[in-house]
């Protein structure tokens, strides 16, 4: 109740308000502060200008790789309209807030931690999982991927990395619905940033959802895919047998296994 009645108190007449939240790591899950920057920090906006000023979503975007929201605010319901969710993807708040806040002409920043964000083992963000962990209970959408790969590291993986190309595919067609040539390039840079992972699909020994047709539209954008990932894209056949050679050296114990 306090959470909303501060939102309501600060929103004014802007089309969003956003709140900072707080990160729990629980069951001795490691802390990755570098990988974590919250709200202003993330951003790169002062303290001073949170308080005294509202935001667009170019101001928003200028300095970061990603943008991505779901929770943690308030908004005038007008702003949902035309706006679909995408809950069988990973990463979907990137499909729901890009175009979400591309939609608001005042955006305020409320630097206060309304929101506890917990990470715990056997969540979603997978940040407990190890090469060997065993596969557990899924969500019936991801049946044919738990199935093909078994386990639960593998299968994780390869989800992140469909959805990737998911998510990806519809920037690129929301971008295509923009006039603003500025924000519409800055949205391909985060279409440049998710290609990595997207084509990280091609490099799986299994591809139940055939992935590789899907990444056709992507191939302007592979300015950041790794060397070795464009090996499992364009020669996937050398990339089997450079993996094999891996797998040999490692089990040989002349290369570390990676963990």
Not at 88 to 103: A, C, Q, R, S, Y
Not at 108 to 127: D, E, P, V
Not at 196 to 201: T, V, W
Request: aromatic share 12%; with cysteine.
């Amino acid at each position: 109740l306090d959470c909303i009645e501060q939102c309501v108190e600060n929103i004014g007449d802007c089309d969003i308000l956003w709140y900072n939240h707080k990160i729990l790591f629980e069951n001795d899950i490691p802390e990755e502060k570098n990988q974590m920057l919250l709200g202003l920090e993330h951003h790169h906006i002062t303290e001073e200008q949170a308080r005294t000023k509202n935001f667009d979503m170019m101001e928003l975007l200028l300095g970061v790789e990603k943008f991505a929201w779901i929770t943690g605010g308030i908004l005038n319901i007008n702003m949902l309209n035309n706006l679909r969710f995408f809950p069988t993807v990973h990463n979907e708040d990137m499909l729901f807030g890009i175009p979400l806040f591309t939609k608001a002409k005042q955006i305020k920043l409320l630097n206060k931690q309304l929101y506890i964000y917990r990470i715990r083992s056997y969540s979603t963000c997978g940040r407990d999982m190890a090469k060997n962990s065993p596969l557990l209970a899924y969500p019936p959408n991801l049946t044919d991927i738990a199935f093909e790969f078994g386990n639960r590291i593998t299968y994780r993986y390869y989800y992140f990395d469909y959805s990737s190309v998911y998510v990806c595919l519809g920037l690129l067609d929301f971008m295509q619905t923009l006039q603003d040539n500025a924000l519409r390039d800055r949205i391909k840079l985060f279409v440049i940033h998710l290609a990595d992972r997207a084509f990280c699909s091609a490099r799986a020994d299994k591809d139940p959802r055939r992935t590789r047709e899907l990444l056709k539209p992507l191939r302007p954008y592979m300015q950041k895919v790794r060397f070795t990932t464009k090996i499992g894209y364009y020669t996937p056949w050398l990339y089997r047998i450079l993996k094999k050679i891996k797998r040999k050296l490692e089990h040989l114990g002349i290369i570390k296994e990676k963990q």
